[in-house]
């Protein structure tokens, strides 16, 4: 089955998350397909060397690392996928984790940063398909409900 693959977010789907509450914490769910070569543009300084698409994310990490800790970033939870089992099953991924953000100003203060536009490159080059979907956090418990 062809599906529609995701790199970088409408500017729909961007206008609903800047309508949300600014003010809150936020978790982004991240879910990650890496591309088997990196994809960059010709003429970056990284085009040509024959990364993998999960070598170009560890670009990404290590160029974006210091911004997203800067503006008080974590990671809350990483993992590494498996299977499907309640969803398409043509869609997989390799990795995933949530990202938490002490509000949603903090995402908009590091995506509008001039060396983050640099670090986004690694990331564009290093993907075939993703996921990112902005959730409130709730309490963490034993319960489902």
Known sequence: MECETFIDPSPENFEQF??????????????LLYREKADYPEGHEHAGKGWSGRRAYEE??????PIFRRVGG??????????????????SWHDG???EYPNAGAFFEMIKDPDY?????NRTAALVDSRLVRFSPGEVGEGFG
Not at 18 to 31: A, G, Q, T, V
């Open 117 to 121: 536009a640099h670090a986004v490159v």
């Open 60 to 65: 990404y990490g290590k160029t974006s690392g």
């Open 74 to 91: 974590r990671i809350v939870w990483r993992g590494a996928f498996r299977t499907m089992v309640t969803g398409p099953e043509f869609e």
């Open 18 to 31: 800047k309508k949300l509450p600014r003010d809150e914490p936020i978790h982004m769910l991240n879910l």
């Open 97 to 99: 984790f949530v990202a």
